[in-house]
């Protein structure tokens, strides 16, 4: 069972917003940065989102991070077919000496 | 651009050692924390550990007994060793830089 808790599944039809929750508590999210991965079929995970709202450099304006409390979300505007993949959020956990959790994933379908 | 490398056996027996190796290429390693990940066939992500260039370790509590994470920047390199593995070791293995830019990852399966 994963530290951070994202619905496994989402989906959406070209063009519509999408959101992903991403939910934990006040060691990791609560207390520090939020990261987001988009995972292709076959392909190493990719950074979308860095300290919570963040772009890197050639991620389109459409990928969108926020943070609230001990909570984030991912969101996805004018969907695309090439966006179906599976989404993972991270953060840093303070527990113990401190280490990296991921949640559990969740699948986005573009219908 | 900076590349990250994986390298090493795709098969381990159970019982012995897993040994892998991330080669940074295009930058250097001196600087930043160089973390590994894994990801079971089918399943989520969990981070194994990180070492900073300087040396200093950080690993996860519920791996920590069996894991050794070092460093070599003369090669600009870093490793990673599990022990004792078993078939729930297996896994896509990645290196990452500062949980930031990935390396397309490796497989090792754990058999006999």
């Known amino acids: 069972q994963s530290v951070l808790t994202q619905p496994p599944s989402a989906s959406g039809t070209p063009g519509q917003r999408v959101t992903i929750s991403c939910s934990g508590s006040?060691?990791?999210?609560?207390?520090?940065?939020v990261y987001w991965y988009q995972q292709l079929p076959g392909t190493a995970p990719k950074l979308l989102i860095y300290r919570n709202n963040q772009r890197p450099s050639g991620v389109p304006d459409r990928f969108s991070g926020s943070k609230s409390g001990t909570s984030a979300s991912l969101a996805i505007s004018g969907l695309r077919s090439e966006d179906e993949a599976d989404y993972y959020c991270?953060?840093?956990?303070?527990?113990?000496?401190?280490?990296?959790?991921f949640g559990g994933g969740t699948k986005l379908t573009v219908l | 651009q900076v590349q990250l490398q994986e390298s090493g056996p795709g098969l381990v027996k159970p019982s012995e050692t897993l040994s892998l190796t991330c080669t940074v290429s295009?930058?250097?390693?001196?600087?930043?924390?160089w973390s590994w990940i894994r990801q079971p066939p089918g399943k989520g992500l969990e981070w194994i550990g990180y070492?900073?260039?300087?040396?200093?370790?950080n690993y996860n509590p519920s791996l920590k007994s069996r894991v050794t994470i070092s460093v070599d920047t003369s090669k600009n390199q870093f490793s990673l060793k599990l022990s004792s593995v078993t078939a729930a070791d297996t896994a896509v293995y990645y290196c990452a830089r500062e949980m930031q830019l990935w390396g397309q990852g490796t497989l090792v399966t754990v058999s006999s």
């Open positions: 991270a953060a840093w956990d303070d527990s113990l000496s401190g280490f990296w959790v």
């Open positions: 070492i900073y260039y300087s040396g200093s370790t």
């Open positions: 295009g930058g250097s390693i001196s600087s930043y924390y």
């Open positions: 006040s060691s990791n999210i609560g207390s520090n940065y």
